[in-house]
């Protein structure tokens, strides 16, 4: 299904506003905060907007294309929505627009907001572009640069810790970076300079050694910003060091990005049928059923409660590299839309973390005991969100798990459902002991220990966001059948993979 | 039966009659519980009848569907939402489960307005029962298995609000229970459900197709999915919730959930052996298809068994009312199974099994619920719950009495109460299925029936006889009179219906059964020869009399021998089991992380370490470098002594400028120095000068030896360190040239008594002994091989040598030898610079000029050094390329 792509200046629009609200923001600053706000959140709700569209526009079955750049005189860097961008650029730009208007509650009187925001906005602009990209190129120029780029937002409260944190990130990310630099150049020495295509670019009679070279190379590469296990190291420590709206991004879509980028060079790089005559999947289906379990085990005994929450995304993550190293059709639909499910799950999650950080100064699990009654919208939040975490239906975390099932009885592994509901078994054991505490424990924090807290429930700029992220959890598990709800796109753009 | 007709009974049911009832059903209370809060904040009493009148509408619905049902055989609804769509089919099985669940509901709700009385969060109780409701229909009203498991699943979710309502510590510690077992059933259930899927299956509550998929997958398919709806069912040995959980929850809330939620379980459970695991309804019954199906329904009949048994058991240890219903609640869902399982295990002879199960079911929910409200109403009355405490209430709560005895005589059999009748059919069934294929341990399983009866019968004369009859065992007070009227109406509604199902039980044989099982195409008319011959027949009432005979003898016998109060090691129970899996999965959980965290530790530990270590060795080695560079390869006094040596310059020559200074303002303050002053100062100077000088002389002569020795910085250490020993000299020097100058003035010779006076100083100081130290071995050899360097290098020719040889003619070759040994002199002779003779005192005032021409020396070094690796390297090359 080789659509003919119609040309469309949206999708560099979509990633240009941003850039310019990037450039714009230390001036604007200066003429006053509100004025900064509302540049901020008029692009990144136009954006959003414009992100809609084109998934709507992927959902009828139409492909956008422009051309941005050109590099030499064979590539050009090339911007190209699928039905899969389309999908992923949606949740991204929605996701960020809920963090922002989250930040703008939760970063009050903290230092620097200028490059806050700047950073902000201007990985908006790279993730985008990420999502859109049209070829391996393009794909790595934003992956790099979103990769690097979020340092400063990693390290924004220059503690010791954030800063520890942030060696950590850049030396993960840059490690693995390189790796796909080289995966792509080797892509380019074995198959030329081609677009992504369906069915992968690469031909079967490559050198295999080559091929398992350069495969091996895609996937630790992405694998680290993936956070497959052994490769997951930064995860942990660079959630609780980041501001909470920026988690909740981290956790909800750059994490989510290496997935991306395994997904792309599966389907599109090798192609299904290059991959299952490699026979590298089952290796790679046993590392992310490794760590869906390993993580999950890890989590249990976290007592940060940003820290547990990086360990679930370590493990809930993984889930979509162990549905895309099926190849099946079902199994690609539940990782594409789990990438979506999940990502305003745990970023409401973050962003309840950041409310109890705020309104309670609580930052470990055990300080949540009674925290429902102070703020009972947040816990409600906190705990529809958990449950859909664990994939209580019919909240969106079911969907995934459910076509992901289906994909394990397609491809005939029913044995991995023990992976699939293991996991599932293991959020329950490490997320709703919280919730029970929250709900039924009586406070331990008195009111005079509260110092930053003032122990209500937060403004609506905070509360709104995450309102909105729990709705759609709601709402993608009960609506997931309804025409342009991201079970048909990740329908479609699977479809097109295995074309 | 004949063919032709079951065919077209088929055709028939596939038929799906359209009807929005069912779906209307369930989403109806739950759209109305939303409304409870807001009403219930202001109108407490508004609420009441709210909630009454939802039920009550529920209640009509349900029964509304008789008719559709009694007309279409099978009615659906559809809702398009989740996955694909959600599907309601309502056959006559799931119009029996809605009817007696909204009707009990109705019962329940009705006595809860009195007794919620007493508890606190009337809205939270009130919209979590309306939330279960509906989930509870969505259950047996699904028409495939993913909404089934959605309901399900919400169901069991929801309901620990119930649990938990009186939020007491035990009612936390029963919740928790209950929760965990709930969504580890919810995972089993879902694992199941994908296996379905796995077999071939399309999701609908139909005959998974034969053929597909091995023994082991349909196994495992079968065991998850009774497992999951086991555990909401209080199956053994799943049930450990079960008699920890409906105790806690208010009165009313435990009918409800002994009364008809584990109900729920029963319909999966009845639903996975007589629905998924049966074959296809074909024109030919076929014996052979009905394999796994048998053997599943005997799997499922001695769980029963076991169920039922056990469940008894533990319930005449009980002391607490509620927890002894609660293990009874365990012990009839084990008559269910068994006739369930008896089902499945006859197949196609199935039916007074399917029949005996289901009416059970609704008996059950009958008369637990009454039973459960009937001890709510004596708990609002007396706040006792205890057996052994209260007593000869039938005196004080009359109507309460007959409606608990009405109850009483369900549950244990009693003719023309409703329990007799179910009890004779899974009775018939289970004496069927031993009969079927002579199994001899089915044989044991009727014996075990017979016994579990008993067992029943004895604990509700023990419920009976001390709770009602017998004398007071507490003081009661005015406030203990019989429940107040909604109470009493509740049970009334319940106590009927028990009475009316013992009646006449065609009602339900008639109207559901048969119908529904001549839709599955099994044969319903053993059922007609049971109403007609069976019922109250002389065999069903002897085994009432049996089982009352052992209830009267087991109850005598253990009150007198206090066997009702034994209690079993907790190893014993699978509780205790339970708990210890739990815990061990947290602890190997804990264990991991802190594996985990350690592995983390010691590497990055080892990365550190390591780290540092190579810095030390690489520092260490870039030392010995130097120290080689600088003694070996530049020839002893190297630049670095040469820097120490001009250090040592700095200082004594400092401290030689002093003592002259010294000595001339002593001078000029001790003398007389009106006659010839500028002259004798003079002399005073030069005196001084010369002496220090010659001091400074000998002290330098001292420090050369320790270069040579390759001790010179540890000599300039001590040297800094004996500073104010030097300075002592200044004085003896001072006076001597202030007593010669006149001497000198006068042009005398004064050279012996310079001479003395510095002997006498040096031999006093003994410098060498203050700068001395034992020298290392290691440096020695340095130098004596800095020395052979020395030597080698004279003994290459020299330039004026090379030239007579070029003079005399020689080839090509010979002149690139001739100019690489020049080279290689070159470069020798850059490393060994001179032994440095020191620059004259007098031209070096300054220390940085000092520092700048060790450094101009140092580049100077490295530049030939690198001259002489590029020669080196060049000669490896012509050397390589010769050979």
Redesign the interface.
Known sequence: METEATRSILPLLAFALPLVAAVLTAPVQRVSERARAALLLVVAASVAVMTLVLAAGAAGGSVYDTYILQLTPQIWMYLRVDAAGALFGATVAVLWLLALVYSLGYMRGEHRLGRYYGFFILCLAWTLGLAYAGNLLTFLIFYELFSILTYPLVVHEETPQAMAAGTKYIVYILVGGTLVLLAIVLTFFSAGVQTFAAGGILSSETDPAMLQAIFWCFLVGFGVKAALVPLH?WVPDAHPAAPAPFSAVLSGVMVAAGSFGIIRTVFQVFGPSLLAAMGVMPYVTGVAGFTVL?AA??A???DNLKRRLAYSTISQMAYVVLAVSLLGLESTVGALVHITNHAFMKGGLFLCAGLFIRRLGAYNVRQLDGAARRMPITAACFTIAC?GM?????LSG??SK?YL??G??ET?R?WL??VL?GG???A??YL?PIV?RMY?REPVITPEDLTVAEGREAPATMLGPLVVATALTVLL??????PGMP?ELARLAAEAFFH | MDVGHTAHVVAEVAHLASSPLPAALVLGPLVASALVRPIGKRWPGMRNAYVVVVTALTLLGAVGLIPLVAEHHRIQSIV??????LTFTVDSFSMLFAIFTSFVWFAATLHSLDYLKHEKKHDRYHTTTLVVLAANLGVVLAGDL?TL??FF??LG?VAFLLV?HT?TDDA?KAA?KY?WMT??G??AL??GI??T??LGGSGALEPLPAGHGDEV?RW?AAILLIIGFGVKAGMVPVHVWLPDAHPVAPAPASALLSGVMIKAGAYGIFRVVTALFRPEVAEHVEEGLWHFSEQLGLVVLWIGIATMFIGVFLALQQSNAKRMLAYHSVSQMGFILAGIGAAGYLGAHGAMGVAGGLYHVVNHALFKACLFLGVGAVYFRTHSLDLYHTGGLWKKMPITFVFMCVAAAGITGVPLFNGFVSKCLIHHAIVEAWEYHELASLGIAEKIYIVTCGGTACSFIKLIGLMFLGKPKMEYGPEVKDAPPRMLLGMGMLATAIIALGWFPQLLIKGVFQPGLHAWGLHGDILDHYLEHSFLSGPDLMSVVTAFALGFAFFFVGMKYHLFHLHAPQYFSIDWWYRQAARG??T???G???T?EAV?GGTSRVLRVSRSTYRTAAERLGRQWRLVTTTLLTGAPGARDQHLMQEAYLVLERERQDTVRMAVVYASTHADLDEADGTRLDAVREIAAYIAGRMMHERMGVLGDAMRRGNLEHALALLAAVGPTLAEARRPIAEAAHALAPRRERGESITREVGAIVNSLLSGERFDLLVAERVPASKITLGHAADGLGRARRALPNASDLSEVHARGVSRLENVAAWAVELLRLAVSGFSQERSGLLPGHQLQEETVIQTRLRIQRYARDISANVAIVFVVLLLFAAALAV
């Open positions: 190291g390993f085990a890890l249990v005994n976290q449950l664990i994939g209580t239906p019919p079911f969907t459910w099932g289906l394990m009885l005939d029913p459902l023990a509901l599932a078994l293991m329950a054991i709703l029970y039924f598990g009960i609506g997931a059948s309804l079970v | 398009p939402a989740l996955l694909d769509e993913v498991y959605l699943e919400a979710l938990i939020e936390k928790g929760f969504v580890i919810g995972f879902v694992g994908f296996l899927f796995a997958l495992a999965l947290v190997l959980c804990v991991i992380d802190r985990y983390r």
